[in-house]
């Protein structure tokens, strides 16, 4: 039996129009007309109504969205019915499709899927399915693809304020390709391998956009034991390991929990509350005194044999987490729990007149929440069926993943119930002799491409090899038409790239236009090579190439000017030039080049150097 199985969804957003309308697919910083929504539940064609749905129905949120005229229209807004499908878009997946060896559908439909997250001005997510049973090999390993997919994208979240989400409509209804794979993979690190493959092989259509969120990653995970869960919107690809990690762990603690309650003969918890607030009236814990101020409420619940799993001593076991997770999904800061406390202002005496009030054994635990009243009680009631569910195990759910690798609750794992047929999008026939057409021009496979870039640009097939795994081939192409710029540019991608993440700082803020700025920049001789990095750190930050070629003092330095710079510092240091002879050039490089890096090439820094140097010495 397998330590744990992985599938991944890969979404990427295409660089074509959006799909059911001729806007452009970009993000602006307009904000545009604003509009506002209520959505609603609705059952699917079977007369269901989805688990995911109804637990985001139950947060009772308000949607507002900001229109920006140049990138949305009537369809964004769901005042005019969707257009025909993208053309370019379409041809971009049965591209794919083909490259992936999927059967493609004869006829692909459009289907409905219910969101109503606000994140969909309609309440529901535009999807079609293109191709089914493919296959990826990946170091020598083949990955089932279960099915290759065309959908909108989501509009954008710009903020939430209490009960009201603002969204922007720039982002809504770009195109997506979706690609599921089977749960073939059994090893986390192999999760980034396949993701980077099947990155490579959407690359190369020269159909797809790049930057920090135009591709996201789901990852499916679950362990002998345990449950499927599904980690939503991953954007990092070397944290795709760690999260699964994670998650492994996570469902490890969870299954030991179920087995020290099935021990205690534990049984579920009563899923009812109590009004505790007179008793913690003079409460120095500023939680409660904040919610009491206000008119709010402390209500209480029994946790009948569930002590020191809520949080274990030695923190592995952390059920209060998961209960306080489900508690913020319905507006709440979280809650408090008895393995916990005393602690946050509550003291071990309001600790043991909750437990007296609660009529606790030794072996029973507590928890309780302190908000106003119509958050509150629900919440902490959440919190219980969240507590109920310890009983089971691992419950099915999706989860948020955050910066440390770590993941958070956000709703039920959704179901079937979600999907209708879509009634205002014509279906597109797939015709055989196009499918013909697009295998015998599929474009370069990665492998090809590895190769080529060795053969056209002189670097090794590791560095190329890189390039193409790591998405940087295209951007190295186009930056080394100039081939004096190929050895920088490689050096560029392949090393300052990863010390620049390894320092915090995401170089994959940088879109290709402003790297291509900064090596044209270089070009033309207004740095050198030695300061592009600084150039790259500079802009990160939010500088044109401009900024930091004046915030870093850089600016290309003459001949006359590096001579009379040198001679200088030359002469600042004579008694320790005439002692040391030629000896004292590695040394005076050092102090040289914290003036002249950026400004003159290092070679010519030090050829110059060097003759300075025995100039000053015949006198």
């Keep these: 039996m397998f330590e ?308 274990s001593a030695d923190g592995r076991l952390r059920l209060g987490s998961e209960m306080a997770q489900h508690a913020r999904s319905r507006g709440v800061a979280g809650i408090f729990h008895s393995d916990e406390l005393p602690a946050y202002g509550i003291t071990s005496e309001e600790v043991a007149s909750i437990r007296k009030f609660l009529e606790l054994g030794d072996m029973d635990a507590f928890a309780l929440c302190a908000d106003q009243a119509d958050r509150a009680q629900p919440a902490l009631l959440s919190a219980l069926s969240r507590a109920n569910q310890a009983l089971i195990g691992v419950p099915e759910e999706t989860r948020d993943p955050l910066p440390d690798g770590t993941s958070l609750y956000s709703r039920p794992l959704p179901g079937a119930g979600r999907m209708y047929p879509e009634t205002d999008v014509r279906p597109i026939l797939i015709e055989q002799d196009r499918l013909l057409r697009i295998k015998e021009n599929l474009p370069e496979l990665p492998e090809a491409r590895t190769l080529r870039l060795v053969q056209d640009y002189g670097i090794n097939e590791q560095q190329s090899r890189q390039l193409v795994r790591e998405g940087h081939d295209e951007l190295f192409e186009d930056i080394c038409k100039d081939v004096s710029l190929v050895a920088v540019a490689a050096r560029t991608f392949l090393s300052t790239y990863p010390e620049m993440q390894n320092e915090g700082v995401d170089p994959g803020s940088l879109d290709d236009v402003k790297v291509k700025e900064a090596f044209s920049a270089l070009t033309s001789g207004r740095f050198t090579k030695e300061a592009l990095p600084a150039v790259f750190r500079e802009m990160v930050k939010g500088a044109s190439v401009d900024q930091a070629v004046s915030s870093l003092g850089l600016g290309a330095m003459d001949h006359d000017e590096a001579s009379k710079m040198i001679d200088e510092l030359i002469g600042q240091r004579a008694e320790f030039v005439k002692e040391k002879g030629m000896g004292a050039v590695g040394p005076l490089m050092g102090v040289a080049m914290k003036e002249l890096r950026g400004k003159i090439d290092g070679k010519e820094a030090a050829d110059l150097l060097k003759k300075r140097v025995e100039t000053f010495l015949k006198g």
């Design 4 to 311: 744990v199985t992985i599938g991944i969804e890969i979404h990427q957003q295409l660089d074509t129009c959006k799909l059911f309308c001729s806007c452009r697919s970009q993000l602006v910083d307009e904000e545009g007309t604003l509009f506002f929504r209520r959505l609603r539940p609705t059952q699917s064609e079977m007369g269901e109504v989805d688990r995911a749905v109804l637990a985001q129905a139950e947060r009772r949120m308000h949607f507002a969205y900001q229109a920006p005229s140049t990138v949305s229209c009537l369809v964004e807004k769901d005042e005019e019915p969707p257009h025909d499908a993208d053309e370019e878009a379409m041809q971009t997946v049965l591209t794919v499709s083909a490259m992936l060896n999927s059967k493609v559908m004869d006829e692909v439909h459009f289907m409905r899927k219910i969101v109503i997250d606000g994140s969909n001005t309609s309440g529901f997510q535009r999807t079609a399915l293109v191709a089914v049973d493919g296959a990826l090999e990946v170091n020598g390993h083949s990955i089932g693809i279960l099915s290759v997919c065309l959908e909108e994208d989501a509009a954008r979240k710009v903020e939430t304020k209490d009960r009201e989400v603002t969204y922007r409509l720039d982002r809504l209804g770009i195109p997506l390709i979706e690609i599921a794979t089977a749960p073939d993979m059994h090893d986390p690190e192999e999760v980034k391998e396949v993701a980077q493959r099947l990155g490579s092989i959407l690359r190369s259509t020269r159909k797809v956009k790049r930057g920090l969120g135009t591709i996201r990653e789901d990852l499916n995970v679950s362990i002998p034991g345990g449950a499927r869960v599904e980690i939503k919107g991953a954007q990092d690809l070397g944290l795709l390991p760690t999260y699964v990690k994670n998650e492994m762990e996570r469902q490890r603690s969870l299954i030991e929990i179920k087995q020290i309650l099935e021990k205690r003969s534990a049984s579920p918890v009563l899923i009812e509350t109590k009004d505790i607030s007179a008793l913690l009236q003079a409460s120095r814990s500023k939680v409660i005194h904040s919610a009491l101020s206000k008119g709010g409420k402390v209500f209480c619940a029994s946790l009948p044999s569930f002590v020191g799993t809520l949080r």
